[in-house]
């Protein structure tokens, strides 16, 4: 089966397993927070290769180049035979610090938190409401 000229962004999108689902994909593309070249893309938009696809997914910007087509769900280790991740280390890192950012560091092995602590940690998260 030879490999086709041109793709439908949201199914392409689902084949590299950018997203989960191609209505998930679809739905980013209506939404706005898919760019082919620059361009805001629709989810019936064909991709070509060598095109360069922009994805947003907060808190990151994610930027890839197609260097082959696939109209088929490709498995996880072969992605990197269709798409070149261009995405640069900052955008990265994002989304790690907001991961640790939101749920706070506490040191192994100690347990869930007491009442008393949990107080302490919403009025430390909450202390633009007043407190009792």
């Known amino acids: 089966m030879s490999s086709p000229e041109e793709v439908r962004i949201d199914k392409f999108l689902w084949a590299v397993r950018v ?24 989810p019936s938009r064909t991709v070509s290769i060598k095109d360069i696809i922009t994805v947003k997914k907060l808190p990151v910007t994610y930027t890839y180049q197609v260097i082959g087509l696939t109209v088929n769900r490709v498995p996880a280790k072969n992605v990197n035979l269709y798409v070149t991740d261009l995405t640069p280390e ?10 640790q950012t939101l749920h706070g560091k506490r040191p192994k092995g100690t347990g869930r938190p007491t009442k008393k602590e949990r107080r302490e940690i919403d009025r430390l998260f909450n202390s633009d409401t007043d407190s009792w």
């Open 19 to 42: 997203f989960k689902s191609r209505s998930a994909a679809a739905d980013a593309c209506k939404k706005g927070r898919i760019f082919v070249n620059s361009i805001p893309a629709k």
């Open 90 to 99: 900052d955008e990265k890192v994002k989304l790690y610090s907001v991961k």
